[in-house]
Nanobody, 119 residues
Framework: QVQLVESGGGLVQAGGSLRLSCTAS????????MGWFRQAPGKDRELIAG???DGSRTVKGRFTISRDNAKNSLFLQMNSLKPEDTAVYYC?????????????????WGQGTQVTVSS
C-alpha cells in the first residue's frame, strides 16, 4: 500500500532552520505532484510549497521544496523560522502534474511531523 512518511520535525528557536523529509513507497513517485502542507491548531490545512512532476515549484515563499525521484523523496528546507510557523507539517501526493492548492485534490497523505518554533 501507499505510504508517505515524514521526518525531521522538532523544536527549534526562532531564526533557526529545519529540513523536513518525506519518503514515499507503494507508488511511482515520479508520476505524482507533491506538496507540503501545514496545519496549526484551529486553522485550516494550507499548502506552503508545491512541486510538479518535472521539479518546477508552484508556490514561492520562505521555504524551499525539492524532490529526488531516484530516492522517492521530498524535502522542505525551512530557514528563518518564526513562532507562527509552528504547526504539524504534512507531505501529500497528487496523481497529476499540477500540485494544486486545495488539499482535497491530493490522493495520499503522510501522518505529519510536528514543528515547534520557540520565541
Amino acid at each position: 500500500q501507499v505510504q508517505l512518511v515524514e521526518s525531521g520535525g522538532g523544536l527549534v528557536q526562532a531564526g533557526g532552520s529545519l529540513r523536513l523529509s518525506c519518503t514515499a513507497s507503494g507508488l511511482t513517485f515520479s508520476d505524482y505532484a507533491m506538496g507540503w502542507f501545514r496545519q496549526a491548531p484551529g486553522k485550516d490545512r494550507e499548502l506552503i510549497a508545491g512541486i510538479r512532476r518535472d521539479g518546477s515549484r508552484t508556490v514561492k515563499g520562505r521555504f524551499t521544496i525539492s524532490r529526488d525521484n531516484a530516492k522517492n523523496s521530498l524535502f522542505l528546507q525551512m530557514n528563518s523560522l518564526k513562532p507562527e510557523d509552528t504547526a504539524v507539517y504534512y507531505c501529500a501526493a497528487e496523481l497529476g502534474y499540477a500540485a494544486p492548492v486545495s488539499p482535497v485534490e491530493y490522493d495520499y497523505w503522510g501522518q505529519g511531523t510536528q514543528v515547534t518554533v520557540s520565541s
